[in-house]
């Protein structure tokens, strides 16, 4: 699978920006997916991640309760809603693709196949 992400951008702080995540070449209800973020000189962290239908999500505490993570497969397509952002919230941002559909949602940036390119998030005060 492909994935191509998109949405990035310059916003003020406490304002919103909604990341897309676009599959090709396979169908993205084969996989979990999860968005990863990436900040100038630290280490790719989890963000977000949902299961292969959407009934199952999990976020990392420094976003839960601003952001929301939703896919729609009709559209092979996964998305990143971000309210409230933070200055700490500035990153390159990565959605990625699971093999593992069953069991508890992985967190770990080895344990995703497949990762799109990055969109670039930058947060000002």
């Known amino acids: 699978v492909q994935l191509q992400a998109s949405g990035g951008g310059l916003v003020q702080a406490g304002g919103s920006l909604r990341l897309s995540c676009a599959g090709s070449?396979?169908?993205?209800?084969?996989?979990?997916m999860g968005w990863f973020r990436q900040a100038p000189g630290k280490e790719r962290e989890f963000v977000a991640a949902?299961?292969?239908?959407?009934?199952?999500?999990s976020y990392v505490d420094s976003v839960k309760g601003r952001f929301t993570i939703s896919r729609d497969n009709s559209k092979n397509t996964m998305y990143l809603q971000m309210n409230s952002l933070k200055l700490e919230d500035t990153a390159n941002y990565y959605c990625?693709?699971?093999?593992?559909?069953?069991?508890?949602?992985?967190?770990?940036?080895?344990?995703?196949?497949?990762w799109g390119q990055g969109t670039e998030v930058t947060v000002s005060s």
């Open positions: 070449g396979r169908a993205l209800r084969d996989y979990t």
């Open positions: 990625a693709a699971d093999q593992q559909v069953s069991g508890a949602l992985r967190v770990g940036v080895r344990e995703y196949e497949y």
């Open positions: 949902i299961s292969w239908g959407g009934a199952r999500t």
